[in-house]
């Protein structure tokens, strides 16, 4: 089994997202939630962008004991200086530099020829290697960009110093195919790449982000960039949660592992809906409200008799349970059981009339009580 290293910006994409900013102290709490999940990088911010970020950061750093600490710079000496000076407290820094190299990005918003964006990233990357204990160079905009010079940009990276090299899906814009492809050709392009990290952070714009990051892994990527909940700027990012568990439940097709605590994870993800204001929706795979319960009369049946008939994750890992809930849709086998467990006592003349009420009730779509439901049967 492989081991994916785990890298959370919850704290800095996540915190992109339009409407959040986390305090200090609500960053420190979220850090530790995550150091005991198991996250192996946590990017507390992008120290630069506001004195509360550089703030945030450095409480992160100060706070953290077993996970490295990253910040966000640009390819500039203000950028770096900033993040190191936020991240001296912490127990193992990172510098996480990044500079956009799609001909889009590099022409219309940076207003650099590719020469100049490789001297800028020579020079920033050896910089900032003098002043963390670790650096991670970003090439922004990557799947959009010429693989060719990417090459050029990845080698240019590893010698100025960088120890991680991220090739994100920027906007949301690659197809795990494309992206494995990508991969492949820049480690026959740049065998230099094979003595560093490599890492994915995609994001959703087109739903793809998890399943483009499952597709790095199988490129042979050894980390992978989330975030909880899948916070972050536009439609957000890869999921912490989604990336855990499917290589945790598919770990026969993948072959790779991570640190993360399953069980940790619906606590976590809880604490940074609750200090972001952003709400799980009920259909939210693995933290949804809904994510293990079973209304079908089908479904409800299967579960009854073996729980793998419909459910491929066990709600025990994540120290949660599954549910069977009553609605229009559901079973004979599930009202039993659901009489049962309210200890109900079900007379077989009754239980006809009880179902055929119930369903009657359900189809109005207001909450049904049982209690009810056998009162009308029995006057």
Known sequence: MRRIKIFDTTLRDGEQSPGIALRPDEKVEIARALEQLGVDVIEAGFAISSPGDFEGVAAVAQASTTATVASLARAAQADIDAAAQALSGAARSRIHVVIATSALHMERKLGLTPDEVLERIAWSVAYAAERADEVEFSAEDATRSDWAFLAEVCRTAVAAGASVVNLPDTVGYTT?????????????????????????????????????????????VTQIECT?????ERAGNTSLEQV??????????????????????????????????????PNTPIVGANAFAHEAGIHQDGMLKDAGTYQIID?????????????????????????????????????????????????????????DVFQEVRA
Do not use: W
Request: glycine share 10%; with cysteine; proline share 6%.
């Open 176 to 220: 795990p195919a494309e992206y494995v492809g990508m991969f492949r050709e820049l480690r026959e392009r740049c065998p230099e790449l094979d003595a560093v990290e490599l890492s994915v952070h995609c994001h959703d714009d087109l739903g793809l982000a998890t399943a483009n990051s499952l597709a790095g892994v199988t490129a042979g």
């Open 228 to 232: 909880v909940n899948g916070i972050g």
């Open 244 to 281: 855990v568990m499917a290589l945790r439940t598919r770990s026969d097709y993948y072959g790779a592992v991570t640190a993360v605590d399953p069980a940790l994870i619906p606590a976590t993800s809880q604490l940074v809906s609750e200090l972001t204001g952003y709400p799980i929706a």
């Open 315 to 371: 709600p025990a890992e994540l120290g949660l349970g599954m549910t069977l809930p009553l609605g229009k849709h559901s079973g004979r086998h599930a009202f039993v059981q659901a009489c049962t467990t309210a200890g109900l006592s079900i007379d077989p003349g009754d239980l006809d009339a009880a179902f055929r009420r119930f369903k009657q009730l359900a189809d109005l779509g207001a909450p049904v009580s049982l209690e």
